[in-house]
């Protein structure tokens, strides 16, 4: 077999394997339009339509003055209580955002590194540990970058509306 049969079999082979699995792809601007959710005390999330993607916020309210959830959070300034991330996910991932034992991990993992977290609670300022509220988070001028390429990108304004948050029995 001739070397060049040789390298067209192995790029027909490689092309489905490495297109659209190699890190690097950036998360889409306006993506994060799609299923959202939450847990913990405080931990939300919000898809990509296709599910494709995921954007995660976890604020850590140990980090915080009295534990009292702030109006808006700097992400660049106050990253010891909050932490913004992307995660691109496998297209069979069953990936549960509230539990880290189940599905695939992530295929990309990216990290906020500015941005405005502008938070809304409903009828509560500080729960209580075992008391369920409801929680409104904005995202705007957020940047990420890329944990492994270090590649940036900009993303619209993520709106993560009226998810209940706290502790569940289970």
């Known amino acids: 077999m001739s070397r ?6 192995a790029a027909w082979f490689l092309t489905p394997l490495l297109s659209g699995c190699a890190p ?19 931990f939300v999330y919000r898809t990509s339509k296709d599910r494709q993607w995921q954007l995660t916020v976890t604020l850590n309210r140990s980090a915080l003055p009295d534990r009292e959830i702030p109006d808006s959070l700097d992400i660049t300034e106050d990253s010891r209580a909050v932490k913004v991330e992307v995660l691109r996910l496998s297209s069979t991932s069953d990936l549960d955002p ?12 990216w990290q906020a590194i500015a941005g405005t977290l502008t938070i809304k609670t409903e009828d509560v300022k500080k729960p209580h540990a075992d008391e ?10 957020l940047e990420v970058k890329h944990l492994e390429t270090g590649a940036r990108s900009t993303l619209d304004p993520v ?3 009226r998810v209940v948050v706290g502790w569940f029995a289970g």
Do not use: K, M, T, W
């Open 159 to 161: 709106e993560i509306n």
């Open 24 to 42: 690097g792809s950036q998360p889409p601007a306006d993506a994060f339009s799609g299923e959202l959710g939450g847990c913990g005390d405080f």
């Open 132 to 141: 369920n509220y409801r929680v409104s988070v904005q995202l705007e001028g």
């Open 4 to 9: 060049h049969c040789l390298l067209l079999i």
């Open 98 to 109: 509230c539990d880290c034992e189940a599905g695939d991990p992530p295929i990309e993992r």
